[in-house]
T-cell receptor, first 114, second 115 residues
Framework: GAVVSQHPSWVICKSGTSVKIECRSLDFQATTMFWYRQFPKKSLMLMATSNEGSKATYEQGVEKDKFLINHASLTLSTLTVTSAHPEDSSFYIC??????????FGSGTRLTVV | AQKITQTQPGMFVQEKEAVTLDCTYDTSDQSYGLFWYKQPSSGEMIFLIYQGSYDEQNATEGRYSLNFQKARKSANLVISASQLGDSAMYFCAMREGWGAQKLVFGQGTRLTINP
């Protein structure tokens, strides 16, 4: 079945540093990837939609300079949290749109900024 | 305005009982899709069931069925014969419009199955 590998599964970083999260589709081509953020016991909030080879579309209120999304290939999309601060601590999860419809989610990344 | 509303923050059910998780949605599009996902404590999103707006039959997948009432804009998830492993967060989500891609999620319902 379609699998999206998301790494790292958890990361702790110091305030002011940048963190990169990768989502890789293992057995299919993901032309569109969605990035979500989830606070504890809350819903998934869409941050941005990325299409391979083009700039990501960010949802209202999401800082594009802080959350850099790159989708340079059909199998890899990355989210970089730049100059991370404690308020960026959250669960980040990606989701790939499959060509035949449906979505495959990564396993998520728990980011803690100290 | 909320596109997807799940009014039950938490549900407690005895093992082997059936449970219904509520979901109402708001859209003016004729074409849309409704999804239910299960999220255990590990955080992964597990797809359960899908209902298209033009589907005349209610979707079923094993112990999961979707009670789709289009006129009322509701898409409740029914889990039959609940099991301890069903304890998790459950999210209803919608994809709306022709060619639409992004999913919008409801607030979620935390389901706890008691032995």
């Amino acid at each position: 079945g379609a699998v999206v590998s998301q790494h790292p599964s958890w990361v702790i970083c110091k305030s002011g540093t940048s963190v990169k999260i990768e989502c890789r589709s293992l057995d299919f081509q993901a032309t569109t990837m969605f990035w979500y953020r989830q606070f504890p016991k809350k819903s998934l909030m869409l941050m941005a939609t990325s299409n391979e080879g083009s700039k990501a579309t960010y949802e209202q209120g999401v800082e594009k300079d802080k959350f850099l999304i790159n989708h340079a290939s059909l199998t890899l999309s990355t989210l970089t949290v730049t100059s991370a601060h404690p308020e960026d601590s959250s669960f980040y999860i990606c989701s790939a749109l499959r060509t035949q419809g449906g979505y495959t989610f990564g396993s998520g990344t728990r980011l803690t900024v100290v | 305005a909320q596109k997807i509303t799940q009014t039950q923050p938490g549900m407690f059910v005895q093992e082997k009982e059936a449970v219904t998780l509520d979901c109402t949605y708001d859209t003016s599009d004729q074409s849309y899709g409704l999804f239910w996902y299960k999220q255990p404590s590990s955080g992964e999103m597990i797809f359960l069931i899908y209902q298209g707006s033009y589907d005349e039959q209610n979707a079923t997948e094993g112990r999961y069925s979707l009670n789709f009432q289009k006129a009322r804009k509701s898409a409740n998830l029914v889990i039959s014969a609940s099991q301890l492993g069903d304890s998790a967060m459950y999210f209803c989500a919608m994809r709306e419009g022709w060619g639409a891609q992004k999913l919008v999620f409801g607030q979620g319902t935390r389901l706890t199955i008691n032995p």
